[in-house]
């Protein structure tokens, strides 16, 4: 059974940082990609970032390239979220999801499992 809680989430000032974990358990990690996902009130799922176990390669939203960075600790089975210079846009619910295969996918669709999700607010 997948099992991803995700942890790190709060309330910051605007140009502040965060880091956002993911620990995941019951994933085949040779052949597993992990993503976040964040939903604003009002607005659908969005893609923020995406690493594939195997290998560490990444994809990024737009949006977040050069302020958000996603890496893995695959001693720890866990994917973390480094958020820099956040802003109030930022503001939302973090989902970690994971799928099986090798494409850093971006669509929620092709995402399995999802944990419960972590609020991020970014205060002006």
């Known amino acids: 059974q997948v099992q991803l809680v995700e942890s790190g989430g709060g309330l910051v000032q605007t140009g502040g940082s965060l880091r956002l974990s993911c620990a995941a358990s019951g994933l085949s990690f040779s052949n597993a990609v992990t993503a976040w996902f964040r939903q604003a009130p009002g607005k659908e799922r969005e893609f923020v970032a995406a690493i594939r176990w195997s290998g560490g390669s990444t994809s990024r939203a737009d949006s977040v390239t050069g302020r958000f960075t996603i890496s893995r600790d695959s001693a720890k089975n866990t994917v973390y979220l480094q958020m820099n210079s956040l802003k109030p846009e930022d503001t939302a619910e973090y989902y970690c999801?994971?799928?099986?295969?090798?494409?850093?996918?971006?669509?929620?669709?092709?995402?399995?499992?999802w944990g419960q999700g972590t609020q991020v607010t970014v205060s002006d």
């Open positions: 999801a994971a799928r099986t295969g090798w494409v850093l996918q971006r669509r929620e669709s092709d995402y399995a499992y």
